[in-house]
C-alpha cells in the first residue's frame, strides 16, 4: 500500500507537483495521466526519492524517508523513462542489476539471484539475447530488459515511467499485461506514467488526472476518462467510446474532415 | 568473493548456463598473472651485467627460506638489491596506476578519465619541486612531499567540486581538478623560475624513473598499495552499479556519493603513493584498462583485478624497453610509456566514435 500526503516538488519556484495526497491500495495498479509537464514524472521521482520533496511518502505505513537506500530499493522499483544503457553491457549482467538491493555489499549475486532473472528474461522474451550486449538491441528490446530490470528487484511496489512508448502495439499489451499478471501474483502496487490513455484506462483501476501539478481529476476509468474532462486539460477534442468488454477507448476528433481518396 | 554462475546452478534449475550471467574473471586473471610472472622473469634477467639466468635463479632461489645456496655476493647485488626491487616496484607502480585508472573511469563514468584527474598529478609535481629546491638532502623528504602534495591537491578538488545537486556533482569535481591542477602548476613553475638550477631535476623526476628503486621504496609503498587495492576490488561491483548512472544506482539502492568518494580516496591513495616514489608515470591508466576491456569486456569485476595485474606487467615491460634501448643509459620511463599511449588513445577516441557511429 502507497500512501502520498502532501507531496510537493519545487524546481525554484514553480512547483512541478504541488501538493498531491492519495492512497494506492496494495495490489491495485493506479494510471497517472496528464498532458506534458503535469508532474507525473516528478510524482513518481519523489516517490522513488529521486528527487528532494515535501511530503510524505509512506509504504505500508513506513515513511521512505527513513528508509536507507537499500531499503527503498527493496521496496520500490523505478522504471525510468530515459533509462541509461551502458552500451558493453550484455542483457543478462543488466538484468541481475536489479538484484542489487538483495546482494550482500562484500558479495557476489547467488544462484537464487540468477534463477529469478532467467525467469524473467524468460517471460519478457529475452533468453535468447541475454549474452548480447545492449548496443545491439532494438529498442523494444531495451525496454522490455529495463522492465526485467525493475521487475527482478522484487519490490512490492512497481513505479513506471512510460514504460512502453518504444514497443509495437503487440508487445505493449504484452508488456502491459505480464506487469498486471505479476501484479495479481505478488500483489504488487503498480503506479505508472502513461501518455495512451486507452491502455491506461484498459489497465489502471483508479486514474490520477494531473495538471500543473495538482490532481485535476481522480477516479475509476470510467470517471476520468470522459470528453468534458479530457478536453479541458488536453486542450483537444475526443472521441470517447466503450467497447463491448466495457474496456473506454479514447481516439481524437480531428480538426476537419480530410478529403477520402477515392 | 566468489563468481558463482554456470555449473551446479544450471543443472540444478534445467535452466540453460548461459542466460544465469557474469563471465568468470579467472580466465582473464590467470593469462594476465602469467604475462605478469613472466614479464618479472624478463626483467631480472635483463640488465647491463649480463648475467646468465640460472645464476639469476640460484639468487632468487637463495633468498627463500630454509634455502641454504652459495651465491657470488656482486650477483646478489645486481639481483636482489638492483634489478629485483625495480621489478616489484614496477609492478605495484603500474598496479596501482592501472587500478586507479579503471576505478576513477567507473566513478566518472568516462573512459579518458585516468588516476591524475583530479590533480594528482599537479600536486604531486608542486611536493616534488618544493623538496627538490629546498634541496633536502634526506630521500624520505621526496616521496613524502609528493605524496602530500598530491593528496592536498585532491582534497582541494573534491572540496571545491563535491556538493551541489547531484546530476552536476561528477562534472564539477572533474572541472574543480582541471582548476586545481592548473594553480598547482602555476606555483610549480613560478618556484621553478626561481630555482632554475632546479629543472633538470624536477624535470627528470616529473618524466618518472624506476632506476632508483630500493626495497626501501617497496615498503614505503606498500601499505598504501595494499589498502588501496583490497578496497577497490571490494567496490568492483558497485562500479559496475554506478555504469547506469547515479540516478538508477540510486534506486537499486546504492549510495552513488559514498561509493564516489570511498573509491576517490582509495585509488588516489594509491596513486599517490605510486607518485612518490616514481615520479609521473603517463598513460597506464588509460592503455591498461581499455586494453582489458577489449579483451575482457566491460565489466568491471573483470576490469578491475585484470588491469592491476596487467598493469603491473605493463609497466615492468616499459621499464625493460627504458633500460634496454640505449644501454647503458636510461630513457626516462615516461617517454616509452607516452610513445605506446599517445597512438593509443587515439586508437580508443576513434574506435568509440565508430561505435557511437554505428548506433
Known amino acids: 500500500m502507497l500512501e502520498l500526503t502532501d507531496v510537493t516538488v519545487r524546481f525554484g519556484e514553480v512547483p512541478a507537483v504541488a501538493g498531491v495526497s492519495h492512497r494506492v491500495e496494495a495490489g491495485s495498479w493506479l494510471g497517472l495521466i496528464g498532458p506534458n509537464g503535469a508532474g507525473k514524472t516528478s510524482l513518481l521521482r519523489a516517490c522513488a526519492r529521486l528527487v528532494e520533496h515535501t511530503g510524505r511518502v509512506a509504504v505500508d505505513d513506513l515513511d521512505l524517508r527513513t528508509a536507507s537506500r537499500r531499503a527503498l530499493a527493496r521496496l520500490v522499483a523505478y522504471v525510468p523513462q530515459h533509462p541509461e544503457l551502458p552500451p558493453d553491457m550484455t542483457v543478462a549482467e543488466y538484468v541481475l542489476l536489479g538484484r542489487t538491493p538483495h546482494v550482500g555489499f562484500f558479495s557476489a549475486e547467488t544462484v537464487h539471484d540468477r534463477v529469478v532473472c532467467a525467469g524473467l528474461l524468460d517471460r519478457l522474451d529475452l533468453a535468447a539475447k541475454a549474452e548480447r550486449r545492449l548496443v545491439t538491441l532494438s529498442g523494444g528490446e531495451l525496454q522490455r530488459a529495463v522492465l526485467a530490470r525493475a521487475l527482478a528487484q522484487q519490490a512490492p511496489v512497481l513505479l513506471m515511467d512510460e514504460p512502453t512508448s518504444a514497443l509495437d502495439f503487440g508487445r505493449r499489451v504484452d508488456a502491459l499485461e505480464l506487469v498486471d499478471q505479476l501484479r495479481v501474483e505478488r500483489n504488487l502496487t503498480v503506479v505508472s506514467a502513461m501518455h495512451d490513455l486507452t491502455l491506461a484506462g484498459q489497465f489502471a483501476d483508479h486514474l490520477l488526472l494531473l495538471a500543473a501539478g495538482a490532481i485535476a481529476a481522480s477516479g475509476p476509468p470510467a470517471e476520468v476518462l470522459t470528453e468534458d474532462v479530457l478536453t479541458s486539460h488536453f486542450g483537444t477534442a475526443v472521441h470517447v467510446l466503450a467497447t463491448s468488454d466495457g474496456d473506454i477507448v479514447v481516439a481524437p476528433r480531428r480538426y476537419q474532415a480530410r478529403p477520402r481518396v477515392p | ?77 645486481i639481483v636482489w638489491q638492483v634489478r629485483f626491487p625495480r621489478v616489484v616496484l614496477g609492478a605495484m607502480v603500474g598496479a596501482m596506476l592501472s587500478g586507479g585508472g ?42 613524502l612531499s609528493a605524496f602530500i602534495g598530491a593528496a592536498l591537491a585532491v ?39 626561481r630555482h632554475s638550477q632546479s629543472l633538470e631535476e624536477v624535470y627528470t623526476w616529473i618524466l618518472g624513473r624506476l632506476s632508483s628503486a630500493t626495497w626501501g621504496d617497496v615498503g614505503l609503498m606498500a601499505p598504501y598499495a595494499l589498502v588501496s587495492a583490497v578496497v577497490l576490488l571490494l567496490h568492483r561491483r558497485l562500479l559496475d552499479v554506478l555504469r547506469v548512472g547515479e540516478d538508477e544506482a540510486e534506486s537499486l539502492g546504492v549510495r552513488a556519493e559514498r561509493v564516489r568518494i570511498v573509491v576517490v580516496v582509495a585509488a588516489t591513495l594509491g596513486t599517490a603513493s605510486a607518485v612518490a616514489v616514481s615520479g609521473l608515470i603517463g598513460f597506464i591508466g588509460i592503455i591498461v584498462p581499455h586494453t582489458v576491456r577489449l579483451a575482457a569486456g566491460g565489466s568491471y569485476r573483470r576490469v578491475l583485478p585484470v588491469s592491476m595485474v596487467a598493469g603491473g606487467a605493463f609497466l615492468i615491460l616499459a621499464d625493460v624497453v627504458a633500460r634496454t634501448l640505449q644501454s647503458p643509459a636510461e630513457v626516462p620511463i615516461g617517454v616509452v610509456t607516452a610513445f605506446v599511449g599517445a597512438p593509443f588513445f587515439l586508437f580508443v577516441l576513434r574506435s568509440r566514435r565508430a561505435q557511437q557511429g554505428v548506433r
Open chain 2, 1 to 77: 568473493m566468489t563468481e558463482s554462475g554456470a555449473g551446479t546452478g544450471a543443472a540444478a534449475t534445467g535452466l540453460p548456463a548461459q542466460v544465469l550471467g557474469h563471465r568468470r574473471a579467472t580466465g582473464p586473471l590467470l593469462v594476465a598473472t602469467g604475462v605478469l610472472l613472466g614479464a618479472a622473469a624478463l626483467g631480472v634477467s635483463i640488465g647491463p651485467a649480463d648475467l646468465p639466468l640460472s645464476e639469476v635463479a640460484r639468487v632468487l632461489a637463495s633468498h627463500l627460506p630454509f634455502v641454504h645456496l652459495h651465491v657470488n655476493p656482486t650477483d646478489d647485488a
Open chain 2, 102 to 143: 579503471a576505478a576513477y573511469q567507473g566513478v566518472f563514468r568516462n573512459p579518458l578519465a585516468d588516476p591524475y584527474l583530479l590533480g594528482v598529478a599537479a600536486g604531486a609535481g608542486l611536493g616534488a619541486t618544493v623538496a627538490i629546491v629546498h634541496g633536502t638532502g634526506t630521500h624520505l623528504l621526496l616521496p
Open chain 2, 155 to 193: 582534497a582541494l578538488t573534491y572540496a571545491l567540486g563535491a556538493g551541489g545537486s547531484r546530476q552536476s556533482s561528477t562534472g564539477a569535481i572533474v572541472l574543480a581538478g582541471v582548476a586545481v591542477a592548473a594553480l598547482f602548476t602555476s606555483v610549480q613553475t613560478f618556484l621553478l623560475q
